[in-house]
């Protein structure tokens, strides 16, 4: 019989572990948190100093009651949920669940599920750590606390199974700032200027661009500036000015954190958040190789730290050295600087056996692991390799008066490029090589063109995850839920990577903005998430967080419940007929905003979108009318009625005010209106 039993949060996590430990110890998993507080009330006793009411989770009686006959059993039990603040609080919760206070209990935590990891972690088994504990609890009470007292605001005033949160507002907000950024920008205008140059020796033909005098740098503004520069060069001849060539080091990557695998997989792997998360906790809990069995191929996937382990980084350049050679190996181990506000409690991601190459265990592995093993594995050894070193060929030519640039980059020795390339290189064909200071040239063409500035792109999840982060706004764990919590709400939807806020969020924030500014604010949270670090190491009592935050919090959920009007969502009747029963359609609010729907559901089910004019504007290509649409993921846009036949389409709102250039229809850009005809781009004060 075992004398020793270990408790994880996975079935595969006990399958991987149960291989590394001999027949004395017993694995059994708690299947995640056992003890919660209670979906239906609040759980917190405010008045009594914020004493949290924790009960066990519905459907986990019988699974407690099943480890409660094996704690019987053994002589030791180990506690060896996953090593954060989560996994801390879920062995604290087993604790009381099991009543293990008098029993000889440890906690053991491993950054990988290798077998020298856990035996040693087994030997430097330790207490439960009540500093994480507390952090974990404080973070879930002010979360429950924020969601608990504003989302009865919103299904008051807007309507029921709608939800606020602290991290999922601020979230949202981002979001909705984006677009109207988006919204209110202006285009400006500017122009390049290119000249088509051919080496008289070669007839090689490239490309200078305009860099201005050659004394500074000119901006083109206009085409009345171009016309002017061109008119001066007539006749110029273009001579070479300078010649500088430079060796130039491509900066080695860092290995992962849980944000950059974030950003990467969905950038380069067109991957969810979640769906990173969710494939790099099967990679670390345990896969069944091949001749191998079953083995956690990466580190714990939570961390906002790069370093890795001594032994990790010796292992990586032997393998470096063995398949690329010794010029590849960059022996250099001395520690990243740590940022600011980086826990560094694990190493970064990287695979545990680096010998394990992705294509060796190709064939155990599913479609998406292979993928995101693959990114991983890579990352990993390529942070271990030479920087890549590239020669620059920058040239100067001067005109009259005027300066052109060119140049070209040459690859001297690719580095870590060669197992890792951040983006694809853009291939150099300028035809430059051979030219020299003595080179003589001939102008062949000059190439003017007008262009306009571009507003800020909307985010995608890669730079959602990004800008959260740089804002100290959440934890790695928990932004992948974060977004997909504001999509599951039908606050934002997504369209080709582009995330959008709908008419609801839309709604939602505004409400939430106005009424809870500086609680659901950027700066505010990224302070609580100090505090919230200052209780895991023992700065800062764990209640003392909810002390200072509650009072203020309370007056703003007071103030909103009394100010704010509610939101008619009603049934508005129309006298559109329904063409399958013949009542006349009303008017819903759904996940994407207002669409057309039978009264006589569930036994007519026919619903259609809303055909909205915009009143008093006629498309200026065919004449039909103006209407406001939604996409299938509830973005607003703006169409001719006799869509597909005619193609206008705008995102702004129309106006009846014609272009005074091209006689297209100008849209409302706050103090100015545009033309929406992409070739003109005239924009006219409103005043």
Same mark, same amino acid.
């Given at each position: 019989?075992?004398? @020793?039993?270990v408790?994880?949060?996975?079935?595969a996590?006990?399958?991987?572990?149960?291989?590394?430990?001999?027949?004395?110890?017993?694995i059994e998993?708690?299947?995640?948190?056992?003890?919660?507080?209670?979906?239906?009330?609040?759980?917190?006793?405010i008045?009594?100093?914020?004493?949290?009411?924790?009960?066990t989770?519905?459907?986990?009686?019988?699974?407690?009651?099943?480890?409660?006959?094996?704690?019987?059993?053994?002589?030791?039990?180990?506690?060896?949920?996953?090593?954060?603040?989560?996994?801390?609080?879920?062995?604290?919760?087993?604790?009381?669940?099991l009543? /293990?206070?008098?029993?000889?209990?440890?906690?053991?935590?491993?950054?990988?599920?290798?077998?020298?990891?856990?035996?040693?972690?087994?030997?430097n088994?330790?207490?439960?750590?009540? @500093?994480?504990?507390?952090?974990?609890?404080?973070?879930?009470?002010?979360?429950?606390?924020?969601?608990?007292?504003?989302?009865?605001?919103?299904?008051?005033?807007?309507?029921?199974?709608?939800?606020?949160?602290?991290?999922?507002?601020?979230? /949202?907000?981002?979001?909705?700032?984006?677009?109207?950024?988006? @919204?209110?920008?202006?285009?400006?205008?500017?122009?390049?200027?290119?000249?088509?140059?051919?080496?008289?020796?070669?007839k090689?033909?490239?490309?200078?661009?305009?860099?201005?005098?050659?004394?500074?740098?000119?901006?083109?503004?206009?085409?009345?500036?171009?016309?002017?520069?061109?008119?001066?060069?007539?006749?110029?001849?273009?001579?070479?000015?300078?010649?500088?060539?430079?060796?130039?080091?491509?900066?080695?990557?860092?290995?992962?954190?849980?944000?950059?695998?974030?950003?990467?997989?969905?950038?380069?792997?067109?991957?969810?958040?979640?769906?990173?998360?969710?494939?790099?906790?099967?990679?670390?809990?345990?896969?069944? $190789?091949?001749?191998?069995?079953?083995?956690?191929?990466?580190?714990?996937l939570r961390?906002?730290?790069?370093r890795?382990?001594?032994?990790a980084?010796?292992?990586?350049?032997?393998? $470096?050295?063995?398949?690329?050679?010794?010029?590849?190996?960059n022996?250099?181990?001395?520690?990243?600087?740590?940022?600011?506000?980086?826990?560094?409690?694990?190493?970064?991601?990287?695979?545990?056996?680096?010998?394990?190459?992705?294509?060796?265990?190709?064939?155990?592995?599913?479609?998406?692991?292979?993928?995101?093993?693959?990114?991983?594995?890579?990352?990993?050894?390529?942070?271990?390799?030479?920087?890549?070193?590239?020669?620059v060929?920058?040239?100067?030519?001067?005109?009259?008066?005027?300066?052109?640039?060119?140049?070209?980059?040459?690859?001297?020795?690719?580095?870590?490029?060669?197992?890792?390339?951040?983006?694809?290189?853009?291939?150099?064909?300028?035809?430059?090589?051979?030219?020299?200071?003595?080179?003589?040239?001939?102008?062949?063409?000059?190439?003017?063109?007008?262009?306009?500035?571009?507003?800020?792109?909307?985010?995608?999840?890669?730079?959602?995850v990004?800008?959260?982060?740089?804002?100290?706004?959440?934890?790695?764990?928990?932004?992948?839920?974060?977004?997909?919590?504001?999509?599951?709400?039908?606050?934002v939807?997504?369209?080709?990577?582009?995330?959008?806020?709908?008419? /609801?969020?839309? $709604?939602?924030?505004?409400?939430?903005?106005?009424?809870?500014?500086?609680?659901?604010?950027?700066?505010?949270?990224?302070?609580?998430?100090?505090?919230?670090?200052?209780?895991?190491?023992?700065?800062m009592?764990?209640?003392?967080?909810?002390r200072?935050?509650?009072?203020?919090?309370?007056?703003?959920?007071k103030?909103?419940?009394?100010?704010?009007?509610?939101?008619?969502?009603?049934?508005?009747?129309?006298?559109?007929i329904?063409?399958?029963?013949?009542?006349?359609?009303?008017?819903?609010?759904?996940?994407?905003?207002?669409?057309?729907?039978?009264?006589?559901?569930?036994?007519?089910?026919?619903?259609?979108?809303?055909l909205?004019?915009?009143?008093?504007?006629?498309?200026?290509?065919?004449?039909?009318?103006?209407?406001?649409?939604?996409?299938?993921?509830?973005?607003?846009?703006?169409g001719?009625?006799?869509?597909?036949?005619?193609?206008?389409?705008?995102?702004?709102?129309?106006?009846?005010?014609?272009?005074?250039?091209? @006689?297209?229809?100008?849209?409302?850009?706050?103090?100015?209106?545009?033309?929406?005809?992409?070739?003109?781009?005239?924009?006219?004060?409103?005043?």
């Amino acid at each position: 019989m075992a004398k @020793n039993l270990v408790i994880v949060e996975s079935p595969a996590k006990a399958k991987t572990i149960k291989k590394f430990l001999g027949p004395n110890y017993k694995i059994e998993a708690s299947m995640g948190h056992v003890r919660d507080l209670p979906k239906s009330q609040l759980g917190i006793d405010i008045e009594n100093d914020f004493e949290p009411k924790y009960i066990t989770i519905r459907g986990k009686g019988e699974l407690l009651a099943k480890l409660r006959k094996e704690v019987k059993k053994a002589t030791k039990v180990y506690l060896a949920t996953d090593p954060d603040r989560e996994g801390e609080a879920i062995s604290w919760h087993l604790l009381h669940s099991l009543k /293990l206070e008098d029993k000889s209990t440890y906690r053991i935590t491993f950054n990988e599920i290798t077998k020298n990891a856990v035996k040693d972690s087994i030997k430097n088994a330790r207490e439960i750590d009540m @500093n994480l504990v507390d952090a974990q609890q404080a973070r879930r009470l002010l979360d429950r606390v924020v969601g608990y007292k504003m989302s009865p605001v919103l299904w008051k005033k807007v309507r029921k199974g709608l939800s606020a949160g602290r991290v999922q507002s601020i979230t /949202l907000k981002l979001i909705c700032d984006r677009e109207h950024e988006i @919204n209110d920008f202006i285009p400006e205008e500017y122009w390049s200027l290119d000249a088509k140059l051919e080496i008289k020796e070669t007839k090689d033909i490239f490309t200078a661009k305009f860099y201005g005098t050659q004394d500074e740098k000119v901006e083109l503004k206009n085409e009345k500036q171009v016309k002017d520069i061109l008119e001066e060069l007539k006749g110029k001849s273009f001579k070479i000015a300078q010649i500088l060539e430079k060796e130039r080091k491509k900066k080695t990557v860092l290995p992962f954190t849980t944000s950059t695998l974030q950003q990467e997989a969905s950038k380069k792997l067109n991957f969810t958040a979640i769906k990173t998360m969710r494939i790099a906790q099967q990679l670390y809990e345990g896969i069944e $190789i091949k001749d191998e069995g079953t083995i956690g191929l990466i580190t714990y996937l939570r961390t906002d730290s790069t370093r890795i382990s001594d032994e990790a980084h010796n292992n990586v350049i032997e393998y $470096i050295i063995e398949h690329y050679g010794e010029t590849y190996a960059n022996r250099d181990h001395s520690q990243n600087k740590k940022k600011e506000g980086v826990q560094d409690a694990h190493e970064a991601i990287r695979p545990s056996y680096v010998h394990l190459s992705p294509d060796e265990i190709k064939g155990s592995l599913s479609r998406d692991q292979y993928k995101l093993y693959n990114l991983i594995w890579r990352r990993f050894v390529s942070s271990r390799m030479m920087p890549a070193i590239n020669i620059v060929k920058s040239v100067k030519i001067d005109a009259g008066n005027y300066r052109f640039t060119t140049a070209l980059t040459t690859q001297l020795f690719d580095g870590f490029l060669k197992v890792y390339k951040e983006d694809e290189e853009k291939e150099d064909k300028q035809s430059i090589s051979k030219l020299n200071d003595t080179s003589k040239l001939k102008k062949m063409e000059m190439l003017d063109e007008q262009h306009f500035t571009q507003h800020p792109p909307r985010y995608t999840e890669a730079s959602l995850v990004k800008t959260l982060e740089e804002n100290g706004v959440g934890r790695p764990s928990t932004y992948a839920p974060t977004i997909a919590t504001v999509m599951a709400r039908g606050y934002v939807s997504k369209e080709n990577k582009q995330l959008f806020p709908t008419e /609801l969020g839309e $709604i939602v924030n505004e409400m939430i903005s106005s009424y809870f500014d500086g609680v659901i604010d950027v700066t505010f949270t990224a302070s609580m998430e100090k505090q919230l670090d200052d209780v895991e190491i023992g700065a800062m009592e764990w209640k003392d967080v909810l002390r200072n935050f509650f009072p203020n919090f309370e007056k703003k959920v007071k103030i909103a419940e009394e100010e704010i009007e509610k939101i008619e969502l009603k049934d508005e009747e129309t006298d559109i007929i329904c063409e399958k029963c013949g009542r006349n359609m009303v008017i819903k609010m759904g996940r994407y905003g207002k669409f057309l729907a039978c009264p006589g559901f569930p036994d007519c089910r026919n619903a259609k979108p809303i055909l909205e004019k915009v009143e008093g504007v006629e498309c200026h290509k065919c004449g039909g009318e103006v209407l406001v649409k939604k996409t299938k993921k509830g973005r607003r846009y703006y169409g001719c009625e006799h869509n597909p036949e005619c193609d206008f389409m705008t995102w702004n709102l129309p106006t009846s005010v014609k272009c005074d250039k091209c @006689n297209a229809i100008m849209v409302d850009k706050g103090k100015k209106l545009m033309c929406s005809n992409d070739e003109c781009k005239n924009v006219v004060s409103k005043e």
